[in-house]
């Protein structure tokens, strides 16, 4: 199970937000990697991976995005949010069964 | 550059089946895993199967286990995946994407409803 928190968030533009995943195991991978990855699905379209195995961004992702954590406690930051991101956020685990998180749905005030 | 293109969905009655295709081009297919994802209605996202670059290592979600098939031909730069016994909880838009979600496709729309 991957809990995230908030379910939703309501940011004015240039101010920082935050959104937390806490798997219900560990997500370390016998190869010692930790495989907790990040998605932004916009309006209409298609998730995008924003970040991989933690805190690695995906070539083209803006730097404002960043990942952080470990065990069983990882979080997803925007230094700035812009109005181009919103939409709903995943976190996803894949050690064993692969999973979602329920989603936070972001907005901009 | 990478593209992913779903074909398949339809309407189909609950019990019956579908085989979705996925298409992909920009990049060396066969040397990636790929992967099935799926969303309902206004729900969140569901990981449906991956399979391995040669088709070695695959899996399913509990959810479809014993009902849906993954397959790819690497010849064609083609995932699969073979549906049955279909339900109305199977109703999603069904994505293909490259191994964790490095590339998306547009998804297909699968609807169970007699």
């Known amino acids: 199970v991957m809990t995230q928190a908030p379910l939703s968030l309501s940011v004015t533009p240039g101010q920082p937000a935050s959104i937390s995943c806490k798997p219900s195991q560990s997500l370390v991978y016998s190869d010692g990697r930790t495989y907790l990855f990040w998605y932004l699905q916009k309006p209409g379209q298609p998730p995008q991976l924003l970040i991989y195995e933690v805190s690695n961004r995906l070539s083209g992702v803006p730097d404002r995005f960043s990942g952080s954590g470990s065990g069983t406690n990882f979080t997803l930051k925007i230094s700035r949010v812009e109005a181009e991101d919103v939409g709903v956020y995943y976190c996803?685990?894949?050690?064993?069964?692969?999973?979602f998180g329920q989603g936070t749905r972001l907005e901009i005030k | 550059q990478m593209q992913l293109v779903e074909s398949g969905g339809g309407l189909v009655k609950p019990g019956g089946s579908l085989r979705l295709s996925c298409t992909a081009s920009?990049?060396?297919?066969?040397?990636?895993?790929m992967s099935w994802v799926r969303q309902a209605p206004g729900k969140g996202l569901e990981w449906v199967s991956y399979i391995s670059d040669t088709g070695y290592h695959i899996y399913y979600a509990d959810s479809v286990k014993g009902r849906f098939t993954v397959s790819r031909d690497n010849a064609k730069n083609s995932l699969f995946l073979q549906m049955n016994s279909l339900g109305a909880e199977d109703t999603a838009l069904y994505y293909c994407?490259?191994?964790?979600?490095?590339?998306w496709g547009q998804g297909t729309l699968v609807t169970v409803s007699s």
């Open positions: 920009g990049f060396r297919f066969s040397d990636y895993y």
């Open positions: 996803m685990q894949s050690i064993g069964p692969v999973t």
């Open positions: 994407a490259l191994q964790w979600g490095d590339s």
